[in-house]
Structures are given as structure tokens and as C-alpha cells.
């Protein structure tokens, strides 16, 4: 009986997922398979909305329900967690061919947006007044330093680019004082500054080269204390 019920649950949740490829479990009228069927792909498709309004809108009505019913037929989750389906969806974008090379840089930065929103992260230990020069310049917990192919903040029902453009799209993405998560495009200058280069403030400008780029560098720094997207400083040796 055991076994018998563990097969009967298995081909029920094959049919739920895939209904084309299984048939349902015998002894349940169409009915009730139809208004399983639709719970269960309603809770899914309506969690991965919400996590994903603006790949949904720009892909469109048909193209994203496809993209869902294929994720929730064929991705192997390994989280039972509602939280983490956001996170799971990134990861089946990652292992098939997409029809738009986009979609995917596009939903990990949707992703990055809501979890800065719902982050509770505390920074780490630091020095709020540390000098920016001696020590290592400490980004909040809540920001995020992105680097894109694709112009991600662009894209949207109106602007679907075929051919990524040169220059990387280079982005910091951070929740300011009243919970609200912005974003600004950013230099390559800036972005070497905050994640491309390692050591103390000092070190870091010396290695941007001139006085002139480097007194840019230490301007940069300060404004984005004052800002509260650098939260002070600590010791190299402290990370």
C-alpha cells in the first residue's frame, strides 16, 4: 500500500507539471484534475510575475507563459521554498538556449532589485569616519556593484536590442535611506574604483594612473560616503 500510494502521488505530480507528456493518476474526474492543474501553475506563474514584471511585459503574454509552463515542467528545484524561486528561474535560464541572449542578465537584475529591497543585511564591522585613503572603502550591505552586457535598465516592451553594444553596461544599484532601490550607470572608472581593483583607497588611485584621475577617484569616493553607499572603511586585513 505504501508503495502503491508513492506511485500514485508521483504520477499525480508528473501530470501536474506536464500534463501533455503524463497522463493523470486513474479514479480522478477531468474536473478536478483541471483545477489542480491550474492551482498549481497559477501559484507558480503568479510568484515568478511578481518577481519579474519587466521580462514578463517584454516578452510578452505567450512567449513568457511558454517560458513558465517549461521551467515548471522541466527544472529540478532543490529549494522547497517560495522565497527562492526567483533565485531557482536564474538558474534554469542559465542551462537553456534563449531565444532573446538578454533575458537572462535581465532577470538576474530584477532579481538584485528585490532582494536589496527585502535584504535585512547588517554591514560588518567598519570605521563610519576610517580615512578613505589608509583604510578599505566599505560599500552598505544594500549595494550592489553590476556589470552587464546588455543595457538592462533599457529593456522593455519598447527597446528588445539584438546585438549587445560595445561598451559593458556598468551599473550600481543601491536602497537609499527611505527603503527605495535606485539604480546609476557608472564609469569604468568608478566601477574599478569600487570592485576592480584590490587594496587600501590609496592603493586603488595609484593604480588608476594620473594625478588629475586620481584626485576624480578620492572626489568619487567622499561623494558616495556623504551619500551612504560607502559606510566607512576598514583594514585590508579585516575581510
Known sequence: ???????QQFTFARHL??????????????????????????AIEGLLAGSFPVLRRTLGEQRWHARVHDFYASYRSQTPLFTELAET??????????DAPWQLEL???EWIEAQLYLSDAQDPAHDPAGDLLDGEPLLSCVTRVLAYRWPVERIGPDYQPEAPPEAPTLLLVYRDAGLQVRFARITPLAWQLLVG???????????LGKDEVQCQGLALLEDLRRQGI????RHVSDR
Open 107 to 109: 532577470a538576474h537584475y
Open 17 to 42: 507539471r506536464n500534463p501533455a507528456a503524463n497522463p493523470p493518476p486513474p479514479g480522478i474526474e477531468a474536473r478536478r484534475l483541471k483545477v489542480y492543474r491550474e492551482l498549481f501553475y497559477g
Open 230 to 233: 560607502i559606510v566607512g572603511t
Open 89 to 98: 528561474f536564474i538558474d534554469y535560464l542559465q542551462g537553456i538556449e534563449l
Open 1 to 7: 500500500m505504501p508503495e502503491t500510494l508513492r506511485e
Open 197 to 207: 581593483l584590490p587594496g587600501n583607497g590609496r592603493e586603488r588611485l595609484r593604480a
